[in-house]
């Protein structure tokens, strides 16, 4: 079982905003760091955002930083990600992934739980 599953995706055009959602399941993230990375075609997976257990830190890769907004509700067991000003180069699948363990990082390798992803398509 996938313990978490993004929806929000879609077609945009450039300039258009999109919030994704992450859903959990089968556990409960609260005391976890959620973040959101991304994959374009061709490329390697990057980071987007990240947001403590808490929701009171967040970071943001340097291209999303102003556009983007991560946030969560613990008390749905879930986190969002709010995109606005879209770019074509924001084209990618966007995961959902969760830490095992209460701090924020940008390093994928550190979070232990995926999501299958959500594909975002910002036309110019």
């Known amino acids: 079982q996938v313990p978490l599953v993004e929806s929000g995706g879609g077609l945009v055009q450039a300039g258009g905003s999109l919030r994704l959602s992450c859903a959990a399941s089968?556990?409960?993230?609260?005391?976890?760091?959620m973040a959101w990375f991304r994959q374009a075609p061709g490329k390697q997976r990057e980071f987007v955002a990240t947001?403590?257990?808490?929701?009171?830190?967040?970071n943001y890769a340097d291209s999303v930083k102003g556009r983007f907004t991560i946030s969560r509700d613990n008390a749905k067991n879930a986190v969002y990600l709010q995109m606005s000003s879209l770019k074509p180069e924001d084209t990618a699948v966007y995961f959902c992934?969760?830490?095992?363990?209460?701090?924020?990082?940008?390093?994928?390798?550190?979070?232990?739980?995926w999501g299958q992803g959500t594909q975002v398509t910002v036309s110019s």
């Open positions: 089968g556990r409960t993230f609260s005391n976890n760091a």
């Open positions: 992934a969760a830490r095992t363990g209460p701090g924020t990082t940008s390093l994928s390798a550190l979070y232990g739980y």
């Open positions: 947001i403590s257990g808490t929701g009171f830190t967040t």
